[in-house]
């Protein structure tokens, strides 16, 4: 930027700023001429006469409160809706079926070991983080139990409460 770049910018600021400076600035009323007798009034005492004017002026002018209308209507309704109840239904509710949770075992993936030409698998399973290798038939977690394991799938039973899932790899 070339400096008379610059100074023409700083000075169209400086110029914007005064100008909204003054536009923000109060602006004075001419105060009106306090009535004294004839004798000469010394200066500090004009300046309180001025100052009690000035006090006078605005105590009537916070004196003045605006009062709002009430709101008589609604602009966005054409007629006040009569309340109307709901009728309420004598009708017994049947209890609503919860679906199981599935449990949080995620399937990892499945090992196998060929023994005596009989192939034996193995699951990769996480139970809340804890990596775990189960076979088939063995419990694990406390409550689970792997029944069947198959390529890409292991069925596992609660023992708690009877129900089984199926695990799929990702």
Do not use: C
Request: hydrophobic residues 45%.
């Amino acid at each position: 930027m070339t400096p008379k770049r610059a100074a023409t910018w700083l000075g169209g600021s400086m110029l914007l700023a005064a100008w909204l400076a003054a536009a923000a600035a109060p602006s004075f009323a001419p105060v009106p001429a306090v009535e004294t007798s004839d004798q000469k009034v010394s200066e500090p005492d004009r300046q309180v006469l001025m100052l009690a004017a000035e006090a006078e002026r605005l105590r009537q002018r916070l004196n003045i409160v605006a009062v709002r209308r009430p709101v008589t209507r609604n602009l966005f309704q054409f007629a006040a809706k009569a309340p109307h109840a709901t009728p309420v239904s004598q009708e017994i509710l049947a209890p609503v079926s919860i679906a199981p949770i599935p449990p949080a075992v995620k399937l990892l993936g499945v090992a196998e070991d060929t023994i005596d030409a009989n192939p034996r698998r193995t699951a990769i399973l996480t139970v809340e983080g804890e990596l775990l290798l189960v076979r088939e038939g063995e419990t694990f977690g406390a409550r689970y139990r792997l029944t069947r394991l198959g390529a890409d799938v292991a069925e596992i039973d609660d023992t708690t409460d009877t129900r089984t899932f199926r695990v799929a790899l990702p």
